[in-house]
Each structure stands twice: as C-alpha cells, then as structure tokens.
C-alpha cells in the first residue's frame, strides 16, 4: 500500500515536470515565428522635405519594426523614419523573414519654380512659374519672394545691385525649391589660338580670327605657339594644358577655354560673337606698369559666387614678330608659304602658371570687397621687344572654363562697369 502510494507520488512529479519543459518549448508566451505582417504609416501625404515613420506589427500585434526590413518603392531603408528625396506616388512595404505585408501608398508632394532667366543684367524683368509634382501649374495660387520678401505676383524687376537673388515660392504647405538668379557682368570672350609657323592650315584660324575682331570689340585673343625642337621659333610649352582639354591636332581654337570653336572658323564667327552676349558672374579691373625688365601687375575682381572654385590667369603677349608661315589654305593669297608674316597676340610668359593661382578669402579686400592680387616679375629673355607686350587676365572656374577675360596694353588702366 506504502509502494503503491510513493510510485503515484513519482508519477505526479515526472508528469509536471514534463509539462512544464514542454510549455517553454512550444513558445506558449507567443515568441515563434509570425505567419503575417502588417506595416502602417503615421503620415500617407507629406511634402518634399518631410519625414514619414513606418511601424510594422504581427499577427499577434506585437510590434516587429526593429526586426522587419522596410522597402520604401522597392529599396530597403535602414531606419523606420525616412526622409523621402523626390517627389511622387511611392509604394511600401515589409519583410520579416520570408513573410512580406501589405502594400501602403506614400504620396510626397512638391513645388517646383522656374524663370524665364537664370542670369540677367541689372535692371531686368523675370518671370517665375511655380509647378506641382504632378505637373499641375500653381503659379497664380503660390506666394513668390524674393530674398525672402514677398513680391506681388509672379515677376519682378532686378534691382540695379549685381549679385545673386534667393527666389522662393510657397502653396499651403508645400515650400519650393531655391532657384538662383544672377545679376552679373558683360561677358568677353577668351579665344586661345593653339597654331605654328609649320603648321599650314593654321592662317585658317588666323583669318577667322580678323573677322571676330572685325564684328565685335569684346573678343581677346592669345596665340599659344607650339613646335617644340625648334619647328617653331615662338613655342610655348602647353602640353599639360593640351592634354586636359584633349588637344591632339593643330590648329586647334578653344573659346573661353573649354569650348572648341566650330571649323571651318572663318564661317562660325557668330559662334564666337554669341558669347559675349551671356551674363558672367565675375568683372576684373586690371593696372600694370613696366620699369625696366621688371613689371607689375595689379588685378581686382569682383566675384559674384563664392562656389565657383575661382582661379586666375595672367598671360603676357608679344606682338609684330615675324616669321615665314605654312599656307595650305586659300587665305592670304593662297601662297604655299608666307614671307615675312606677322604673328601678334603670341604667348610668351604666364606668371601665374597656365591653370592660374587659387583665388582665395585671403585675397579679399574688406574695404573693397573685391578681390585683389599683385604681382612683380622679371620678363622673360625670350621677348624681343618689350614695347610690343601686352596682358590678358581671365578667371575660370573649377572646370577650367573662363568666365571673364580682359586684355590691356601695359601701362592701361581697366576698370569694373558700374
């Protein structure tokens, strides 16, 4: 009876201890793995710039987020809350595992401006349109300012101060992008002639040349001699600087340096004549004054965007050297070689080195506020006459394209348009 008794004791423990293992293993505090997922949003319509935040929830609704990966228009995103970048219909949704939820809509909305001009002198008019994502056009219902004074409608007339103008629009809730206009300068136009008394289609450009200089005033020419070993007796040493602009062949005319001029020159003159009708964000005053072999150089500029990545460039030319010239053309009389032919504007010493020197916050002048560079230098034992030198001074930007280019005769006095 005793025995029977203890084995029923024994037994009424083994049993409890096998369901109380067999409780914890089956997860009975609802840990396994969800069979659905559910992801909601706290905002469906948001404006570009603004931030939405998912949650995802099981089958239990026991809430997954942290664990979940959320694909905002099919591209994971690390965080639940996420900054959207464009403007749209976008479609989201979860995974956990291999269980994916369902598909919630996001709609983020924008509003986008635009004018009638980006780079204008002082004094005129732009217009300005304001557009939804959806190409809807807002402009009579959205508030437009300018450096963040409301104007009245959708146009206005630039004041007579140069610089850049901050535009913005607003439409209920929706703010704009910026959009930048300049107020800048008159543009010249740099044209760099990359020629040689052996090369015999060069008078090509040499007569296209005469016809620029023929239709407009604002066109400044340099002559880059090239032929090294003696071909040519006038040879600057420009490889590094043919290289980057990917020149192979000669002749070759690059405007403002970065833009080939179309061949045959002599028929694209108005190629050249267009650029000086753009608006520059840079104006350079230049002084020089030669003592002997020694001259000084001062040069201010106006440089109406900090951003650019500004460099200058200081070239001295030479004018009226003569040498005889390959002619395979049928300018300058068609002969197959041209006697005592004179080359002005030639290179023959550039101070600053041909890529220029990095204009800098160093050179600002607070009085002023223009930027100021001086400079003294012997000149080079290669110029035969210093009374026939004179200077070109341009500004480029980080891509090495000029944006401004004045020429002078030394002892000339260039200053800033008001």
Not at 63 to 86: C, K
Not at 183 to 192: D, M, R
Not at 349 to 362: K, R
């Amino acid at each position: 009876m005793k025995t029977t008794r203890l084995l029923q004791l024994f037994l009424l423990v083994v049993s409890s201890a096998f369901f109380s293992c067999s409780s914890s293993d089956d997860g009975g505090e609802g840990q396994g793995q969800a069979s659905a997922i559910t992801i909601s949003v706290d905002n469906n319509a948001i404006n570009l710039g603004q931030s939405v935040t998912f949650t995802v929830t099981d089958d239990q609704n026991a809430n997954v987020t942290s664990e979940a990966t959320i694909y905002f228009s099919g591209t994971a995103i690390s965080e639940s809350t996420y900054t959207p970048t464009q403007a749209g219909s976008f479609v989201v949704n979860a995974k956990l595992g291999g269980v994916t939820s369902n598909n919630i809509s996001v709609t983020v909305s924008s509003l986008v401006i635009s004018a009638s001009k980006t780079s204008v002198f002082p004094g005129e008019t732009i217009t300005l349109t304001a557009t939804g994502n959806l190409g809807n056009d807002l402009t009579s219902e959205a508030t437009f300012f300018v450096n963040g004074v409301e104007i009245s409608g959708n146009s206005y007339t630039t004041s007579e101060f140069r610089g850049i103008d901050q535009v913005t629009a607003t439409h209920g809730t929706l703010e704009s992008n910026v959009k930048s206009i300049l107020k800048g300068y008159s543009q010249k136009v740099l044209v760099e002639d990359y020629t040689g008394t052996w090369c015999g289609w060069c008078p090509r450009v040499a007569y296209g040349i005469e016809l620029v200089e023929d239709a407009t005033d604002n066109a400044v020419i340099a002559a880059i001699h090239r032929g090294p070993n003696g071909y040519d007796p006038f040879n600057y040493p420009a490889g590094d600087l043919e290289s980057k602009l990917g020149i192979k062949s000669y002749p070759a005319a690059m405007l403002n340096r970065t833009t080939e001029w179309n061949t045959p020159e002599p028929s694209y003159v108005n190629q050249v004549v267009g650029l000086t009708q753009s608006v520059s964000p840079t104006a350079i005053a230049l002084s020089s004054a030669l003592n002997g072999t020694t001259l000084d150089v001062n040069v201010s500029m106006d440089i109406l965007d900090e951003t650019l990545g500004a460099k200058l460039v200081i070239y001295v030319l030479e004018d009226g050297l003569v040498a005889e010239q390959t002619n395979y053309t049928d300018y300058y009389g068609g002969a197959d070689y041209l006697s005592d032919f004179v080359h002005d504007n030639v290179l023959r010493q550039v101070p600053t080195g041909l890529f220029g020197e990095n204009i800098t916050e160093s050179d600002l002048d607070g009085n002023t506020n223009l930027y100021v560079k001086n400079y003294s230098f012997q000149l080079d034992s290669s110029i035969a006459d210093t009374s026939k030198i004179h200077l070109v001074v341009f500004v480029t930007d980080i891509s090495g394209k000029a944006l401004n280019v004045v020429g002078s005769q030394i002892g000339e006095k260039i200053v800033i348009e008001d």
